[in-house]
């Protein structure tokens, strides 16, 4: 076992999977508002998902661990704790904790280094103890793996904007979007605030999105963590940014899938074109019309694969035309069915964190 992921689309060697189990509608904190009100869960409340989507999620999750391990990649799991019980520091309480999915918003692996990310909920602050079986393991078999964790931020009240979903889901789409580009979200800069899975890694140059988890603070303590490597930092036209990996998505080499509704900034479509990157629009997702119960993830989730190789993409089963369109590229497309996962919080790439791919630190733009 060793730990080597330099981007996304190295051949995969190792990964991790998350699991649905005991996953918790977390109880109501400043940084994320949940609010279902024909689901069971209207705002306010909070308490397990339902067992029937759990077991189904779970069955997806567990089918998609086996189909990994037939093509030769290894698999580990995390461990889920006890989700409904409080969680406290000694600056604040909250109600409930969430889950272990999706892994790729905690762990951050870059070369031969995991990085367990801040994280900017309370619910999601110990998250980090399910994955701590898997990280020991990796550690003991790997004398060269590098195992960091970012500052644990305190996470009380001042690093929310208070009464920010109060007001913010009323504004007008173009003040939304202001906001987006001035980076004037939920968080304030009282602490460096990231989620992993803001991320986008393309070997030497990292694309870390300013978010409704990520800060301009955790951009630049990942900027000053990676000092070898580019980062930047990027926003996009999407209202409710959060996480970039349905946004922005690298699937090889000069090639990056680009949601087109979400329009990314300037500079960074540039700096892709510059470099002969070609940029695909991805087309509309067949789970547009069909949004999935307790699900906060948008139906753009289509865009979140895994690639196996450079030539092999993990696709929802669903998602037909996207297949189809990525087919056109070249790529052999491995369907699975993942529709049950989205209300966990992600699809194919969000629920996995790769932790070694062949290959070595590039620089693909040059
Ligand atoms: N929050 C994103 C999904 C990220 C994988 C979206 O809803 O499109």
Redesign the pocket.
Known sequence: MRVNAWNGWDPLRHVIVGRAEGTVVQAPEHAVRRDYPDDGFPLGTYGPMPADMVAEADQQLDDFADLLRRRGIRVDRPTPVDFTRSVSTPEWTHESMFGCMPPRDLLLTVGNEVLEATMSYRSRWFEYLCYRPVLQRLFEADPRMRWEAAPKPRLTDASYKAGFWDTYNDLPTETQLARVRDYDLVLTEAEPLFDA?DVARFGKDLFVQLSFVTNRGGYDWLRRHFPDHRVHAVTSTNTHP??I???WVPLRPGLVLHCGERLADAELMEFFQLNDWEIVEAVQPASWDHPPKLSF??P??AG?MLNLDANTLCVEEKEVRLAEQLSSYGFEIVPVPFRAVGPFG??L??ATVDIERDGTLEDYFP
């Open positions: 899975a959060l996480h990996d349905a946004t993830c948008s753009w989730l979140n992600g699809g790439h969000c």
